[in-house]
T-cell receptor, first 113, second 117 residues
Framework: KQEVTRIPAALSVPEGENLVLNCSFT??????LQWFRQDPGKGLTSLLL?????REQTSGRLNASLDKSSGRSTLYIAASQPGDSATYLC????????????FGTGTQLKVEL | GAVVSQHPSWVICKSGTSVKIECRSL??????MFWYRQFPKQSLMLMAT?????????EQGVEKDKFLINHASLTLSTLTVTSAHPEDSSFYIC?????????????FGPGTRLLVL
């Protein structure tokens, strides 16, 4: 059974810091891994999607990497801003899993002025 | 493009009543939609996969008679919580599978918060 976990559970940083969020998964038959952002009481916003054949994806200040051999994905946020405060979740889609996403439990990020 | 809406955004109901939540893909057709449930400070748990024109596939532990899913058209799936009880209070989120590309992308709705009194 695919399991996706996140490290750390909560993070509070001062504005401007570069930070790293980690996600680990147990199934190497992962088709892609996606990072989402969720604001309080809201739905999910897709940030980055990495195919299993890729090693990383970049969008603006965000960079996500995928290492299937170690079962880890990392989301790097450069020059964090208060507007980055949200919960970040990763989700893996397993090959042959019927297009089901398995979500990690999320990291609550607070960027303080 | 690829917008998914949910209605209502929040609902309060009395214990024992039924509540229907709609999930719509506004600018694309989705043969597959998914329903998730999220408890406070927890992640999303997949409840069921909704396929247009056929019965939904429920995840282990999800009562199909409790959570009725209907996917009658390519742009609408509904989740009905029957005889709701306080333990059904949660945040319900749907997603719709995009029909293009190879990335198997799901687009998520804004969620519906249900409070059962």
């Amino acid at each position: 059974k695919q399991e996706v976990t996140r490290i750390p559970a909560a993070l509070s940083v001062p504005e401007g810091e570069n930070l790293v969020l980690n996600c680990s998964f147990t199934d190497s038959a992962i088709y892609n891994l996606q990072w989402f952002r969720q604001d309080p009481g809201k739905g999910l916003t897709s940030l980055l999607l990495i195919q299993s054949s890729q090693r990383e994806q970049t969008s603006g200040r965000l960079n996500a990497s995928l290492d299937k051999s170690s079962g880890r994905s990392t989301l790097y946020i450069a020059a964090s801003q208060p507007g980055d405060s949200a919960t970040y979740l990763c989700a893996g889609l397993v090959t042959g899993g019927g297009n089901k996403l398995t979500f990690g439990t999320g990291t609550q990020l607070k960027v303080e002025l | 493009g690829a917008v998914v809406s949910q209605h209502p955004s929040w609902v309060i109901c009395k214990s024992g009543t039924s509540v229907k939540i709609e999930c719509r893909s506004l600018d694309f057709q989705a043969t597959t939609m998914f329903w998730y449930r999220q408890f406070p400070k927890q992640s999303l748990m997949l409840m069921a996969t909704s396929n247009e024109g056929s019965k939904a596939t429920y995840e282990q532990g999800v009562e199909k008679d409790k959570f009725l899913i209907n996917h009658a058209s390519l742009t609408l799936s509904t989740l009905t919580v029957t005889s709701a009880h306080p333990e059904d209070s949660s945040f319900y989120i749907c997603s719709a599978m995009a029909p293009w590309g190879f990335q198997e992308t799901q687009y998520f709705g804004p969620g519906t918060r249900l409070l059962v009194l």
